[in-house]
């Protein structure tokens, strides 16, 4: 009887070895694929990293694209300024001269009655640049200059504008205003 206790004995041990080991073998295949999705996530992960940093590049290229435009409207808009200002300095000079030109050629004119000549012909007569055209009433939308000035309308079509960097602007763009 002592040895079928020690061969029960043994058989339960048996038995207990078989079902630890088949519960082992179950954690096992957990294991191996908690594993796998381990390194599928860790993956995953990289490439999700990997995108995040090309769209944060993408995103720093269109703000320095955005601080360029930024930099561009500046300039055009001191360019602008800066034309403005010459171009009411350029009238206030035109009404000067027109306003010492016209009493002068009124005495000239009166001189050379007194000795039987015909008068001089009027400026706008004379050649069709220098007639003045009545007052221009455009407001600059973006430096809010008053519509005091006079224009001067050009007779001939005018040249080709350049842009602030030197290079030809569009023949389709709008040209520089001027007084209708």
């Known amino acids: 009887m002592g040895d079928e206790q020690e061969i029960m004995c043994k058989l339960e041990n048996i038995m207990e070895i078989r079902n630890k080991t088949i519960q082992m ?3 096992k295949s957990r294991l191996k694929s908690e594993f ?8 995953h992960l990289k490439e999700y990293k990997q995108e995040m940093d090309l769209l944060l590049q993408e995103k720093m290229a269109h703000v320095e694209e955005l601080r360029l435009i930024h930099a561009d409207i500046n300039v055009m808009e001191s360019t ?3 034309s403005e200002n010459d171009l ?3 009238l206030e000079t035109t009404r000067r001269l027109h306003d010492e030109y016209k009493p002068l050629k009124e005495h000239v004119d009166a001189l050379r009655m007194t000795l039987g000549l015909h008068r001089l012909p009027n400026l706008n007569e004379e050649e069709e640049k220098l007639s003045l ?3 221009c009433h455009a407001t600059s939308r973006s430096t809010g200059t008053p519509p005091s000035a006079l ?3 050009p007779r001939v079509a005018p040249a080709t504008p350049r842009n602030p960097r030197g290079s030809l602007t569009s ?4 040209p520089r205003s001027t007084c209708s």
């Open 25 to 27: 073998q179950k954690i």
């Open 36 to 43: 796998e999705s381990l390194e599928s996530e860790e993956k």
């Open 80 to 82: 602008i300024k800066q």
């Open 88 to 90: 009411n300095k350029l």
């Open 133 to 135: 055209e009545p007052v």
């Open 151 to 153: 224009c001067v309308r």
């Open 171 to 174: 023949r389709h763009a709008h």
